[in-house]
Nanobody
Framework: QVRLAESGGGSVQAGGSLRLSCEVS????????VGWFRQSPGKEREGVAS????????YYADSVKGRFTISKDNAKNTVYLQMNNLIADDTAMYYC????????????????????RGQGTQVTVSS
């Protein structure tokens, strides 16, 4: 069973930065893809980014391209989401998720809209 622990959220002003962390524990063979999605009241869940562990290819939603970077620290089995130039629309609860399967599915990003969610971490951006 895979366990996920998100952290790093907070309150920042527009233009600021945050780095979210997702610590993944459990059987490493049970996942080869990690992603982040976000959800805020009144809005649909949005897949933000994902990374395929096989070759570290990445996916980003158009809304965050050029501002967010997803990466993985192999030594710690932790996936990060570096968020720069934050805007008010980035305000949401952020969750990470894992899956095992094809590279193409991982990098399509749509699987994130159907993933189970954990505790999440809140990001609030004030303008």
């Amino acid at each position: 069973q895979v366990r996920l622990a998100e952290s790093g959220g907070g309150s920042v002003q527009a233009g600021g930065s945050l780095r979210l962390s997702c610590e993944v524990s459990g059987y490493t063979n049970s996942w080869n893809c990690v992603g982040w999605f976000r959800q805020s009241p009144g809005k649909e869940r949005e897949g933000v980014a994902s990374i395929y562990i096989g070759d570290y290819s990445t996916y980003y939603a158009d809304s965050v391209k050029g501002r967010f970077t997803i990466s993985k620290d192999n030594a710690k089995n932790t996936v990060y989401l570096q968020m720069n130039n934050l805007i008010a629309d980035d305000t949401a609860m952020y969750y990470c998720a894992t899956r095992v399967g094809a590279r193409g599915v991982c990098l399509a990003g749509t699987w994130l809209t159907r993933s189970d969610r954990g505790q999440g971490t809140q990001v609030t951006v004030s303008s």
